[in-house]
Structure formats: C-alpha cells, structure tokens
T-cell receptor, first 111, second 114 residues
Framework: GQQLNQSPQSMFIQEGEDVSMNCTSS?????WLWYKQDPGEGPVLLIA?????ELTSNGRLTAQFGITRKDSFLNISASIPSDVGIYFC???????????FGTGTLLAVQP | NAGVTQTPKFQVLKTGQSMTLQCAQD?????MSWYRQDPGMGLRLIHY???????DQGEVPNGYNVSRSTTEDFPLRLLSAAPSQTSVYFC?????????????FGEGSWLTVV
C-alpha cells in the first residue's frame, strides 16, 4: 500500500535542542498534516498545510509544505520534556484520495 | 466532552477467537474509520464509513468486518483472530471526507492474539 517515508525513525535529544524531521513520498499530495501521539493516546493534529511552499507555525512548531508537493518538514525549537511522543506526517490526496500516514518519528527528550 | 470512545482498552485473544472492538462518537460526524498501528508502519486504514449504512474497505481489510447501523457507532469485528492481528487499533471520526484537520482519534485498543 501507499506509504510515506518519514525520517528519522527516532531521535534522542537534550532539553533545549532543536529538532527536525521530514516526510517524503513518490506521490503528490494536496494537503500535508502533522500529528503527535502521546504514549497511550491517539494522534492529535498539530499543523495542517494546504498549499505548496506554505510555512505554518504553532508555538514552537513550524512545518512546511514542500514545493514539489511530495514532501513536508516539521521543526521543533527549544525542545522540552513534554515534546516526547511519536510524530506522524500524513498526506491527503495521492492515488487513493485518502489520508496516508507516515511511519512515525519517536522523539525522546532528556531533561 | 467524550469525543471518540473505544472499548476495550486492552484485550488478549486466543487464535481463532472472535471479538468486537466498539467505537462511539458523540460529535454527529458522518465519517468514521478504523486504523491499525504497527511498529514502523504508521497507521493503516482497515475500513471506513461515510455514513450510516455505508461502509467500504481500506488498505488492510482482510480478517475484519464492520457495520454502521447508526451515525454514532462503528464496531470492528475480528472474525477469527490471528497473531498477525496483534496491533493497536484506533477508531477515528471526522466531519469532512478525510480532510485530516477535522479528524479525531480515540485513545486506542491494544489487542494481543496468542
């Protein structure tokens, strides 16, 4: 099935560091989304992107919709312990016109 | 403030047993879906529904059945559990057709098949 390649798979960082992760696809998407999943919970939407080149912020989080429409990036600045969780990208559109999720990036933040 | 409610939270099954994962939403959403989450695989769509009485297959439907007799409920049935169905299952509902920004997930159901 169609999947998004997300990297890195995991990150172990110190509190205060900046974090970058990205998502790539062989298909073009019309919408890119970033979700966060806390341990034992379902995913929660962080940022939604609707136009190629769009750059959107939500507090310390910034995400970009790639110009080619085949990729997206998420940056977290000045990480804090509560940033711990799994971050998923998701694309809408593509061949199936359904929401396709990335493989996830596990983030661990050491105080 | 219930949102999407899934039960049970945890379940252990023996191979060949059947069971139903319950999902209910109180937001009057038309669209509901079931995903499974496996390590390194992200979330994969099992079945979805665009309204009461209408269901369709997602990416990984084999071994699962769904029905949608009411707007609120969307149960997922495992007909004859297999170890490959060990996973975390998430129910989701949304106002718009897979718009992503209006999708709400339940807290998940951890299923182990031995």
């Amino acid at each position: 099935g169609q999947q998004l390649n997300q990297s890195p798979q995991s990150m172990f960082i110190q509190e205060g560091e900046d974090v970058s992760m990205n998502c790539t696809s062989s298909s073009i998407f019309n919408t890119w989304l970033w979700y966060k999943q806390d341990p034992g919970e379902g995913p929660v939407l962080l940022i939604a992107l609707y136009k190629a080149g769009e750059l959107t912020s939500n507090g310390r989080l910034t995400a970009q919709f790639g110009i080619t429409r085949k990729d997206s990036f998420l940056n977290i600045s000045a990480s804090i312990p509560s940033d711990v969780g799994i971050y998923f990208c998701a694309g809408l559109g593509g061949a199936t016109n359904k929401l396709i999720f990335g493989t996830g990036t596990l983030l661990a933040v050491q105080p | 403030n219930a949102g999407v409610t899934q039960t049970p939270k945890f379940q252990v099954l023996k191979t060949g047993q059947s069971m139903t994962l319950q999902c209910a939403q109180d937001m009057n959403h038309e669209y509901m879906s079931w995903y499974r989450q496996d390590p390194g695989m992200g979330l994969r769509l099992i079945h979805y529904s665009v309204g009461a009485g209408i269901t369709d297959q997602g990416e990984v439907p084999n071994g699962y059945n769904v029905s949608r007799s009411t707007t609120e409920d969307f149960p997922l049935r495992l007909l004859s559990a297999a170890p490959s169905q060990t996973s975390v299952y998430f129910c989701a509902s949304s106002r718009d057709w897979f718009s992503g920004n209006t999708i709400y997930f339940g807290e998940g159901s951890w299923l182990t098949v031995v």
